[in-house]
């Protein structure tokens, strides 16, 4: 390679660099000014979920979702219908003033009997959590006790027959007094208006124990009543005709909020107080004891959370109907319903 070869290339190769950087440069400049395209996002779905009380930790997982965006990750804008004591939310569901519900099996029952159907979704929690409960001081140490007593209802008319079985399963023969309250049940047995309430154990159970009020409860399911799912996301038969796809995503999300509240109590406990009302709870180590009670029954060991059995939805719907205590819209007994139709697992992820 002669002198003037080599002074080409020292030059050459260089320039080249060179031309290609400037290239680039000109490349760039020439598409930063082309105006961007508006990126457009699909619009979210309205969608009304009733409850069935003020929030509580049987409705953590929808919070959850909520406040995780997961609702919105399948394209959901969820609005929750606060409870209402005028109006409940299986009514909302089946006139079709709410999208889905938080209901129980006791009321998808009476649903099908009075002839506005909804249908069950999915279990909140797996094993029903219910019970009666009498002041310590009562000197009630058992269900048989409770025979001639006065019980504080909420206006069903399944209670009768529920509280007559579990006395007479003890030995009692299952006679009581009922009066319909209009105060907090744990207040009407502090004040002696009544003998004996139903809770449920991780609500007014929790609040008891925070309150330094000695209960002696009776869980239902021991007392001969069939175990059953209370409480439940509902849909009508409409909306699961019409909206399939929409409850599909609305159950990806929210069985995801309940997974995580399943796994962590704590911070379920936390979002729950930043996601409701100021005011919702009494304090957040009554939420988290509410929340620990409840997460560990979401869903049992290697169970996915939401699902439900035949067995449940066929053992306690028979037997209330065979007690009386289902009523068709005149106030007539139901003896028969098509029981396989209260429920479906079909939106489940």
């Given at each position: 390679m002669n002198a003037r070869t080599r002074l080409l290339l020292s030059i050459g190769i260089p320039l080249l660099v060179l031309l290609v950087v400037v290239g680039l440069y000109l490349a760039q400049q020439q598409r930063?000014?082309?105006p961007a395209q508006p990126t457009t996002k699909q619009p979210l779905t309205t969608m009304k979920l009733a409850l069935d009380w003020t929030p509580n930790t049987n409705h953590t997982g929808v919070y959850v979702a909520m406040s995780k965006k997961w609702y919105q990750e399948q394209g959901i804008n969820l609005q929750i219908v606060p409870y209402s004591s005028n109006v409940t939310p299986d009514v909302l569901v089946s006139n079709g003033k709410a999208d889905v519900g938080v209901s129980s099996t006791e009321s998808v029952v009476s649903d099908a009997a009075v002839g506005q159907p909804t249908v069950s979704i999915a279990a909140i929690v797996q094993h029903n959590t219910s019970a009666l409960a009498a002041l310590s001081s009562s000197g009630i140490k058992r269900p048989r006790d409770l025979d001639g007593k006065t019980y504080g209802a909420f206006g069903a008319p399944y209670e009768a027959a529920v509280i007559s079985q579990i006395i007479k399963h003890d030995g009692g023969k299952g006679n009581i007094k009922s009066i319909t309250l209009d105060i907090d049940p744990l207040q009407?047995?502090?004040?002696?208006h009544v003998d004996f309430v139903w809770i449920f154990e991780g609500a007014e159970g929790i609040q008891a124990k925070h309150q330094g009020m000695p209960l002696n409860t009776f869980p239902i399911i021991n007392y001969g009543i069939a175990d059953y799912y209370t409480p439940t996301f509902i849909a009508s038969p409409n909306e699961i005709k019409v909206k399939p796809d929409l409850l599909h995503r609305f159950m990806k999300a929210t069985a995801q909020g309940y997974e995580y509240a399943r796994t962590h109590a704590s911070e379920a406990a936390q979002i729950m107080m930043q996601e409701t009302p100021k005011g919702t709870f009494p304090d957040l180590s009554y939420v988290q004891d509410s929340q620990q009670f409840l997460s560990e029954h979401y869903a049992d060991n290697g169970r996915r959370w939401g699902l439900q059995d035949a067995a449940a939805w066929h053992g306690y719907p028979q037997f209330i109907?065979?007690?009386?205590?289902?009523?068709?819209?005149?106030?007539?007994?139901?003896?028969?319903?098509?029981?396989?139709?209260?429920y479906t697992n079909q939106f489940l992820p």
């Open positions: 930063s000014n082309v009407a047995l502090q004040s002696h109907l065979k007690a009386g205590g289902v009523k068709d819209a005149n106030g007539k007994d139901v003896t028969s319903l098509n029981l396989n139709a209260l």
